[in-house]
Nanobody, 124 residues
Framework: QVQLVESGGGLVQPGGSLRLSCATSRFTLDYYGIGWFRQPPGSGRVFVAAIRRRNVNAYYEDSVKDRFSVSRDAAKNTVYLQLNNLKPEDTAVYYC?????????????????WGQGTQVVVSS
């Protein structure tokens, strides 16, 4: 059951930027750890980044560590994934997910709520 809503995907040229949003009206995101996953064409879903509940500490998969960043806006009940210096290999459907766990989680089965995904295409 979809509980979160992602937005902000689109078509961007290599080197460009996008900001993805993850929001919900069902619960307060600040009380949940939020993870971002992506599913490239023809591949399975993989972990990208996560931010701890009620915290600004984030963790990133190595290939995105210096290019992506996760942040929260509690007033808007939204978590963002800023994508910079995008590469064609970043093309994927991006998903956000929420977990009640207090520590960073990188496995899909550790998340309780998911969004429907937003498509990011990096191409010239």
């Amino acid at each position: 059951q979809v509980q979160l809503v992602e937005s902000g995907g689109g078509l961007v040229q290599p080197g460009g930027s996008l900001r993805l949003s993850c929001a919900t009206s069902r619960f307060t995101l600040d009380y949940y750890g939020i993870g971002w996953f992506r599913q490239p064409p023809g591949s399975g879903r993989v972990f990208v980044a996560a931010i701890r509940r009620r915290n600004v500490n984030a963790y990133y998969e190595d290939s995105v560590k210096d290019r992506f960043s996760v942040s929260r806006d509690a007033a808007k009940n939204t978590v963002y994934l800023q994508l910079n210096n995008l590469k064609p290999e970043d093309t994927a459907v991006y998903y956000c997910a929420a977990t009640v766990a207090t520590s960073i989680r990188a496995r899909e089965d550790e998340y309780d709520y998911w969004g429907q995904g937003t498509q990011v295409v990096v191409s010239s």
